[in-house]
């Protein structure tokens, strides 16, 4: 993998750890029930996109 390659993986680990916290934190404030789920089904997307990320980027680097 090139570098500028990594470095976006790692940017882009970096967005969805944002996201995650953001959703985590939101969904224990929202008082609409609909706005809870949405933000609950966001949080657990978010933590199987990072480990996705997470897994790819060690593969990767067992493969260099």
């Known amino acids: 993998m090139a570098p500028h390659e990594t470095y976006e993986l790692h940017e882009l680990l970096t967005f969805k750890n944002l996201c995650l916290t953001k959703s985590t934190t939101m969904s224990k404030l929202v008082q609409d029930a609909e ?3 949405i933000l ?3 949080v657990t997307k978010s933590r199987d996109q990072i480990q996705r990320i997470q897994e790819f980027i060690t593969n ?3 493969q260099s």
């Open 35 to 37: 706005l809870g789920r």
């Open 60 to 62: 990767r680097g067992d």
């Open 40 to 42: 609950d089904q966001d």
